[in-house]
């Protein structure tokens, strides 16, 4: 992570074009072959920390409190990713800004972003198919936690967009991690037709953010489609925050920008 850092370093002070592999070398106290050891260019050695900030997204998705649904999971983990000095410190988001906007300018850079996002949206894949899972084990014994009246009469566990997901379409963006979608560049959209949950018995009083023991988690078509839709709603507004100049907090922020894009799936028919 350190040569990573260095590298980002030097390619925000100096630029792309004008920082060499070996200079990234030099400055992290390595040799040139070290460094080729672990990278194949130089463009790839910032892509430790494109992908740092794309698995803090889905983590944050994974650890977000059962029972909310999974859009506000979503919800929550874009809070706790990209609200300043939560999930980056306040001092690094121009730093965030600078990278992305040299992925987007730079083919050889937006490919290492394209690639982390592709990676990133797998991984939410399948920690959106383990929460459906859960919740699909909560409805048999009759809480929904995915939206909706459970079959067997329990009580509905609020899923809906949170407050701040309004107006918006999908997330649209440009092509660099769509975070890319949590990074950055590269991601994906839209909304979608019906995604099931496996749905299997078996009472569980611990929410839906962990599969049901003994049971494997199936990332299916439609909620494939959901963490390309999801991924590409945090991509573009990191990407429609950093071509401007406005500030990081505010309406036009990563934050709220993300929130909008995820009002795309509010219709989401998880679980069902």
């Known amino acids: 992570m350190e040569i990573a850092r260095v590298a980002a370093g030097l390619f925000v002070r100096h630029g792309l074009r004008a920082t060499r592999a070996e200079d990234i070398a030099q400055a992290a106290g390595i040799a040139p072959r070290t460094f080729y050891r672990y990278f194949a260019t130089k463009e790839e050695a910032v892509a430790p920390l ?5 698995q803090r997204w889905v983590e944050a998705v994974r650890a977000a409190p059962p029972g909310g649904g ?6 929550q983990g874009v809070h706790h990713t990209l609200t300043p000095g939560v999930g980056v410190s306040v001092s690094s988001w121009e730093w965030v800004r600078t990278l992305l906007r040299l992925a987007e300018a730079t083919p050889s850079l937006g490919r290492v972003w394209a690639e982390v996002c592709q990676a990133s949206e797998r991984r939410l894949g399948e920690v959106l198919a383990e929460r459906v899972t859960r919740a699909g084990s909560s409805r048999a014994g009759g809480v929904s936690e995915t939206g909706g009246v459970s079959e067997t009469g329990g009580a509905s566990g609020a899923d809906g967009a949170s407050g701040a ?3 918006s379409g999908a997330g649209g963006g440009s092509g660099a991690s769509g975070a890319s979608g949590a990074s950055g560049a590269s991601g994906a959209d839209g909304a979608s037709g019906a995604s099931r949950a496996s749905g299997a018995g078996g009472d569980s009083g611990a929410g839906d953010n962990v599969a049901v023991a003994g049971e494997v988690p199936v990332v299916t078509p439609d909620l494939r489609f959901a963490a390309a839709v999801a991924g590409a709603a945090v991509r573009a507004a990191l990407e429609a925050w950093a071509a401007g100049d406005g500030p990081v907090e505010g309406p036009d922020g990563p934050v709220e920008l993300a929130l909008r894009n995820l009002a795309a799936l509010r219709d989401f028919p998880w679980g069902q």
């Open 50 to 54: 494109y992908a740092t900030g794309a």
């Open 165 to 167: 997901s309004r107006a």
């Open 70 to 75: 999974v859009l506000r999971a979503l919800e």
